[in-house]
């Protein structure tokens, strides 16, 4: 074995993981994965049946990434030009969704909690509870923790499923802490 896994990883049948790879704790790799080499699998990470993943992935923990959806890593991609040194960072904050066949342009953040919708481009760095659809994608409102549209029409408003009450000030939300 030429990779490593957590005692408390699970890697199912039949999965294939390049050398230099690594599966944390509480993490899952179910069945049919092909994990590329030196990928980092983040603490309680969920990589559903048949996925396949390059060389070099890294997939942070507690973030949902859809079917299909894509990171981009330069701005003006050309295959006959090298531009390995132009890679553009993106960061995907704790909480964060993000749809089937959503594509995140490099350099874009997307913020804690923020919910990108499927087949979403996005263009721009999404804040934190932020809900984003569309092409390019563009913000529709919030969402809570749970993965709920807020619709804040008061000073504070609750979750409909979890009850955590949400403020918004100056267009940034921020959870009540009670």
Sequence with gaps: MDYFAHETAVIDEGCKIGANSKVWHFSHIMPNCSIGKGCNIGQNCVISPDVILADNVKVQNNVFLGPSMVFTN?????????????????????????????????????????????????????????????????????????????NF??????????????????????????
């Design 74 to 150: 330069v701005i003006n991609p050309r295959s006959a030009i090298v531009r390995r040194d132009q890679y553009l960072k993106t960061t995907v904050k704790k909480g964060a969704s993000i749809g089937a066949n959503a594509t995140i342009v490099c350099g874009h953040d997307i913020g804690e909690y923020a919910f990108v919708g499927a087949g979403a481009v996005v263009t721009k760095t999404v804040p934190a509870y932020a809900l984003v659809v569309g092409n390019p994608a563009k913000q529709i409102g919030w969402i809570s923790e749970y993965g709920h549209r807020l």
């Design 153 to 178: 029409n008061e000073e504070n408003i609750a979750c409909e499923e979890s009850g955590e009450k949400y403020r918004l000030e100056k267009r940034v939300v921020s959870k009540v802490i009670i």
